[in-house]
């Protein structure tokens, strides 16, 4: 069989695609400035919404019929040594742990004194010395974190009472 005479391919201009590679460039663009958007309008609703903030609306109110804030001054936290009556209990104790310090007036209670007290509630411990802090009583010392004005109680208490822990 003959095989037939090969001819030239023909001239012609390539086929080019227009924007294909644009437009996707476009498009993910517009995706980004979309999400860019959303998330600034999202941060702006979470802090409008804040606790304590005031939105725009709420800024151009005058201040006198907002109702009047009482101002709250820190409590400051101190550390108060404390020298409980039971060394064993102190024993039990770890740094971090909350205790309530209970006085108890020394045995007999004259006829005018209370019974046991509570001088502090929740208090912190923060170290218990180890070691050489035993006294000759049986005694062992703690150091706890409560405000100023507590402290002040347990040092008093300390002097006249003997202080006794429960954990809580």
Do not use: N, W, Y
């Amino acid at each position: 069989m003959p095989v037939p005479e090969t001819q030239g391919v023909p001239q012609f201009a390539p086929l080019r695609v227009r924007g294909g590679r644009h437009r996707l460039r476009r498009a993910v663009r517009r995706r980004r400035r979309a999400m860019a958007a959303g998330l600034a309008m999202t941060a702006a609703a979470l802090a409008a919404s804040a606790p304590g903030s005031r939105g725009p609306a709420e800024a151009d109110r005058p201040q006198a019929a907002a109702a009047p804030e009482r101002e709250r001054k820190p409590v400051e936290m101190v550390a108060a040594p404390v020298r409980i009556a039971d060394g064993a209990t102190v024993r039990l104790l770890r740094p971090g742990d909350r205790v309530d310090v209970i006085a108890s007036p020394p045995p007999p209670p004259s006829d005018g004194e209370r019974g046991a007290r509570v001088v502090a509630r929740g208090a912190r411990v923060e170290k218990v010395p180890h070691g050489q802090d035993r006294s000759p009583d049986g005694g062992a010392l703690v150091v706890l974190s409560v405000p100023r004005a507590v402290a002040a109680e347990l040092a008093g208490a300390g002097t006249t009472s003997r202080l006794a822990v429960t954990l809580c």
